[in-house]
């Protein structure tokens, strides 16, 4: 868990910023949920057997109510938590936003963090294609309006409950009859969570997937027509995908849809946004029937991506350093920076006292467009003179009185 100082902070709000104004263009509104949920509500919605639950959450017990509480590891389980308890979707579907710290307990490396940031999207009530269609490209455009290149989609299907069961059945089946040539990690989830073995890493373990029943095969009718009016449409907005028959993800709420964003710039951490549909979730956490789909993206993943590339937040300098020298000269810039601040401007008082030379140094290391010089001449004359630090227009005196309608005419140049 990481200090974010100045230079790195004004880069996420930046980007932050930038994420709001996508989502509104898209019909998204806003919603928060607390850091802290009961624990039982992850266990039922991402999965007993995933590494998440295992592993990763910071789970306590609250000492005044002896309940278990749980920092939150992702946001998708809270937004439909919520939905349900304050009943969102009684006068129709919700498109939602959220943005906030997430926390698991994992390996600190490049892009991985043990509090780390997401954005995400959940479109509750939407049963359709097209959602999920619009959540990716969606994707894309911010990806291309970030100016970020190399980020690459891969899509699958995972069919429903049902035809997962039978798939289920028949892969646990071949991967018993290859048991000798599975990790310690493939044997653990093979009766528990045996899909999540499909993406396995390990070179021998990929050998055994190559040959196991494919998911695909399983599916029905109305799985398999869900799946291409998707692709169907994605190629229709101009999006580049690859089919990858292995992606299931690693939340056990998915059913349908689920597709990753990735990069190779981030090295083993490749995945910069993930997320898929999740139909079943309202009725596993409580709720009555309703369909969803969203994804989830990392705010650090893309700050890294943006670094690389060398896209630096747009930082916003101040208009004017104001200096001040002399007996009652601070009381009068003190109110002067006050009424420019109102109309407006961006300005910096100068604090500390010293010389005007010394001040002049503090004023240009500022980025300050101009420099407002409070002298006993000007509180003598209720006056400021403006003097210009980013070129060689001459220094000028103007009455206190005109300088926040004048002070735009100095910051254009003329």
Known sequence: MNDVLPDEAEQRLWLEGVVADWFARYGYRHMRTPLLEHTALFRRAIGEATDIVEKEMYTFTDALNNESLTLRP???????????????????????WYLGPMYRHERPQKGRFREFHQFGAEALGFAGPETDAE?????AALWKELGLEGIRLELNTIGSSEERARHRADLVRHLESYEAKLDADAKRRLHTNPLRVLDSKNARVQEVVASA????GYLGEASLAHFEDLQRLLAAAGVTFTVNAKLVRGLDYYNLTVFEWTSERLGAQGTVCGGGRYDGLFVQLGGKPAPGVGFAAGIERLLALLGDSGRAAPRRQPDAYLLHQGEGTLDYAFTLGEDLRAAGYAVVL????GSFKSQMKKADASGAALALIVGEDELNAAAVSVKPLR????????????LAARLRDFLKGS
């Open 213 to 216: 029943p494919a998911l695909m």
């Open 391 to 402: 070129d060689a227009r001459p220094q000028q005196q103007v009455a206190r009185a005109a």
């Open 135 to 139: 959540l990716i490209v969606m994707c």
């Open 74 to 96: 992702e946001a998708t389980a809270s937004t439909v938590r919520a939905a349900i308890e304050h009943s969102l979707l009684y006068e129709g579907p919700r498109r939602l």
């Open 350 to 353: 100068h604090g500390g006292g």
